[in-house]
């Protein structure tokens, strides 16, 4: 097995007008680091179109139709004061939702030992009938239903440490018995949700919210007592909302944290992986908005995906 990364061209046909922060360039730039040589034994994947079925699995109906109604012909649509449509914006959500479920479906068969998906438009804003926050789908959280619902397993976690608070997968899970959700943010900021008190129907939803200026000491100490209680539900798939949002470099937070501390969490994660699932980690790219810092931190972050399954892999051959 190895680590499967799943993209699609598609990604780049999902246009905002100039100057918008969530570009087609984040995916050029994550795509040229992924080129190193260090990344030549990455097993790419073009990452498929998603029936429209799978947006309902979380979000209705009406949602769906909303959203293919406000497809423009030319140019751009607003859907909210963030979020905008192109000609292509469907095509490539539907290749976003695609790529997590088949990154899910590759590594539940043992085909990877798991995954990263760097798709766009993001997803974790996207509530059951809303778009926000540059997001149309809540990728993430209907990938978690398919593991659930379409593969049988009982417990799955979702992981976010997007500097932005995941309201939509919260909102989409909040029901969801077999579902934790641990989410990470700066608080205050966008989108004003996000607090300790927010723990779900089931108890199961655990907010960390971070002060502006706290850096990776912060961050290693909230996230080690959480992944204890993720330990304790003990997931059998971990899914990750992988926002790099959060590194100190970005123009939209205010959070210190550098590519060393991505490096550690994705580390604590697969840890956790190891002792729980067989390591079965599928994670997916949400925030990050400096060129540069999310390149370095996606190839962090992918590089020690990598890692892990090779050493998973050495111990199977002894």
């Not at 095509?91 to 995954?115: E, K, P, R």
């Not at 778009?131 to 659930?148: D, E, H, P, Q, V």
């Not at 290693?220 to 993720?230: D, G, I, S, T």
Request: proline letters at 6%; one cysteine or more; glycine letters at 8%.
């Amino acid at each position: 097995m190895t680590t499967a990364f799943f993209t699609h061209d598609s990604a780049l046909k999902h246009l905002a007008p100039p100057g918008h922060a969530e570009s087609e360039a984040r995916i050029e730039s994550i795509w040229a680091a992924l080129r190193a040589p260090e990344f030549a034994t990455l097993a790419r994947y073009p990452a498929p179109l998603a029936p429209e079925s799978e947006v309902l699995r979380c979000h209705t109906e009406r949602h769906l139709e909303a959203v293919r109604f406000a497809i423009p012909a030319a140019g751009w649509a607003m859907l909210d004061p963030d979020t905008f449509a192109s000609p292509g914006s469907l095509d490539a959500a539907l290749h976003a939702i695609g790529g997590v479920n088949a990154a899910v479906d590759m590594v539940l068969a043992g085909q990877a030992g798991n995954a990263f998906v760097a798709m766009r438009p993001p997803g974790h804003h996207a509530e059951a009938e809303r778009a926000m926050g540059f997001c149309l789908f809540g990728s993430i959280a209907i990938a978690a239903k398919r593991a659930l619902d379409h593969h049988g397993l009982s417990r799955v976690a979702v992981l976010d440490f997007d500097v932005h608070h995941g309201n939509g997968t919260q909102a989409l899970l909040w029901d969801e018995p077999r579902a934790i959700f641990v989410s990470s943010h700066q608080m205050p900021l966008y989108p004003g949700s996000g607090y300790a008190s927010e723990t779900g129907a089931h108890g199961q939803m655990i907010n960390l919210p971070l002060l502006p200026g706290s850096g990776g000491a912060e961050m290693r100490a909230v996230w080690q007592e959480a992944l204890k209680r993720v330990r304790d539900f003990a997931p059998e798939l971990i899914l990750v909302s992988a926002g790099f949002d959060a590194h100190h470099a970005d123009p939209l937070a205010a959070l210190e944290w550098r590519d060393a501390d991505f490096r550690w969490l994705t580390h604590a994660i697969c840890d956790l992986a190891d002792d729980c699932c067989a390591g079965r980690v599928v994670s997916t790219l949400e925030g990050g908005y400096d060129l540069s810092a999310v390149a370095a931190s996606v190839a962090a972050h992918v590089a020690v995906l990598m890692e892990r399954d090779d050493d998973r892999n050495s111990g199977d051959e002894l």
